[in-house]
């Protein structure tokens, strides 16, 4: 509606021709800003929230309770020089933050903020999410590699083993849900949940909390920019505008994928309460989430990270697609559904209840086993050490 | 629209490929190759094969982009090119012989401009795609070559565990 009304206001003195190239620029320009004053929203909001959490203040000087925090430090980063070390590789130190910034925007194309709300509905929303984010990867070599420091290469190489690692466990997790939804179209897969998938699929869901909590390389799977050992890892010499992009694409990759989270497992903008409040509303407890983990949990070591993507999680995740599997057919039997269509809200029931039981299950077993008690005293020990 | 797209995807896919076998920077050259194939990706977008699309992105710029990065870390003094050039002649003949091949495919194909416009869509459970559905296909007229591909990886799998295997 606001789109028709600056398209007429544009048309009165431009010709069609690029009022129609214009229009998506112009969208463009209000999601990116709408994107990036969240993201400076988020940074005082997580000071905030872990300062209380460990019995602090934080920030309250700068505006109405401090509110402007993250403006002032926005301002002082973009006015700081902008230093480029003389033995860096310039192009690739230059490309390295864009690359890092970029998919966490495009992230948002395909988010469904509500019936309808969606920038790009392609048929393969899910998919998109998962192409776009492998590059960030990526993006942390360069800016780790470009450097030309070993910190900053010490920083990158551990974030490529942890992302590549914990993509696996994240892609087999999402994997349970198109399972149940049958679609990969995100509108799709929030109009299949009658019942929250996070109830269906409480498993798939905890793997990929873990999965996200390390694809954002947020505390407690933050070794690649671990303070207390390599600086500041892959960013250690990056200053000012430039710092400032890689501080600020981790924020908004962090709102994208509990956007994400929200989609899959919380039944996105359903139930309707009108327009993007809901959706708002659930995305912002998964951020609280994030936040939380970092108030609370102390930094895990590189090879215990490791150890937990590929020794519990993995094994973990392919159970539950073979599980769910098992069920997604069995329930086709049961009500005798056509192969894709959804399940209905009784056979999602059913579901529900077998995988709430499995789910409690094998968390209290997983403390019992004798093999994982001596797991646990590896991830105790530094992985070369004789236990 | 289409058109001017498909110029700038091409052009950006040309100067990609040409870095990869100029740069002398093995890390330039990756990156050249990343632009390359995301290039590519965009093609397929503009062909509305968005799965097709989304398939190159995930497995050649997110898989075989990462996989050569970590080749990249493995290699001691990077900004050094391969020193050996003898290979030369063999790869110009294997150059020639693709492009031949391509060309031999591009003439005499024949190139259907009806249903434009349409997304076609291989996706899981689709109703609205009937006929193309990516999954009965691959279980069905494709699975040996789906079980070979399979029995593939398991070997690479177990050749890495006992190159990497602790002694």
Redesign the interface.
């Given at each position: 509606m606001i789109a028709d009304l600056t398209r007429e206001f544009l048309e009165n003195y431009l010709s069609t021709g690029i009022v129609d190239i214009l229009m998506p620029l112009l969208g463009l320009f209000i999601v990116v800003n709408i994107l990036l004053g969240s993201a400076v929203m988020l940074t005082y909001a997580e000071r905030r929230i872990v300062a209380r959490m460990q019995n602090r203040i934080g920030p309250n000087r700068v505006g109405p309770f401090g509110l402007l925090q993250g403006v002032a430090d926005l301002m002082k980063l973009v006015l700081k020089e902008d230093l480029t070390p003389r033995a860096a590789?310039r192009l690739?130190f230059l490309?390295a933050p864009i690359l890092f910034f970029a998919p966490a925007i495009a992230l948002f194309a395909v988010v469904p903020f509500f019936d309808g709300w969606t920038v790009a509905d392609?048929?393969?929303g899910i998919?998109?999410v998962?192409?776009?984010t492998?590059?960030s990867?990526?993006a942390a070599?360069?800016a780790g590699?470009a450097s030309n420091n070993k910190y900053s290469l010490y920083g990158a190489?551990r974030g490529?083993a942890q992302l590549?690692s914990y993509e696996v466990p994240l892609i087999l997790a999402v994997t349970s849900v198109?399972l149940l939804s049958?679609?990969?179209?995100l509108q799709e897969i929030v109009e299949a949940q009658g019942i929250p998938f996070v109830l269906v699929q409480p498993l798939g869901f905890l793997i990929m909390l873990i999965a996200v909590t390390a694809e954002l390389n947020r505390t407690p799977f933050d070794i690649n920019e671990a303070e207390s050992e390599i600086v500041a890892g892959f960013h250690t010499e990056y200053t000012g505008t430039k710092f400032a992009l890689i501080y600020g694409a981790e924020y908004v990759a962090a709102l994208g994928w509990s956007a994400v989270i929200v989609t899959l497992f919380f039944a996105g903008w359903k139930p309707d309460l009108g327009g993007i409040i809901w959706f708002g509303i659930k995305t912002s407890a998964i951020i609280f989430l994030f936040f939380w983990f970092r108030g609370t949990w102390p930094r895990v070591r590189i090879d215990q990270m490791l150890a937990l993507a590929w020794k519990l999680l993995f094994p973990l995740a392919t159970i539950n697609i073979l599980v769910t599997a098992g069920e997604v057919l069995a329930m086709q039997a049961l009500f005798s559904l056509?192969?894709?269509?959804a399940l209905p809200v009784a056979a999602l029931a059913i579901i529900a209840a077998i995988n709430i039981g499995l789910t409690v299950a094998v968390l209290a077993l997983l403390a019992r086993v004798p093999g994982l008690a001596k797991f646990d005293q590896q991830l105790a020990a530094p992985a070369g050490a004789k236990v | 629209m289409v058109t001017l797209a498909f110029f700038f995807l091409a052009t950006a896919a040309m100067i990609g490929a040409l870095a990869v076998v100029t740069a002398r920077n093995l890390?330039?050259a990756a990156?050249g190759l990343?632009v390359s194939l995301a290039a590519v990706a965009g093609i397929y977008i503009t062909l509305d094969a968005?799965?097709l699309a989304?398939?190159q992105?995930?497995i050649y710029?997110?898989?075989i982009?990462?996989l050569i990065?970590?080749a990249?870390?493995m290699t001691a003094q990077i900004n050094r090119a391969s020193s050996s050039h003898r290979l030369w002649p063999l790869g110009l003949l294997t150059g020639a012989a693709t492009l031949a091949g391509l060309a031999y495919i591009m003439m005499t194909t024949e190139w259907r401009s009806e249903g434009r416009g349409e997304?076609i869509?291989p996706?899981?459970?689709?109703?609205s795609s009937a006929g193309i559905h990516l999954p009965d296909l691959l279980f069905s007229t494709y699975l040996l070559p789906f079980e070979l591909a399979g029995l593939l990886l398991l070997v690479a799998t177990i050749g890495a565990l006992v190159i990497a295997r602790e002694r």
């Open positions: 590789d690739v490309i392609l048929d393969a998919v998109y998962i192409a776009v492998s590059i990867s990526l070599f360069a590699w190489v490529v590549v198109i049958g679609s990969l179209n056509e192969p894709g269509e | 890390f330039y990156l990343l968005d799965f989304l398939a992105f995930l710029v997110g898989g982009a990462v990065v970590f990249v870390m997304t869509s996706m899981v459970g689709d109703a």
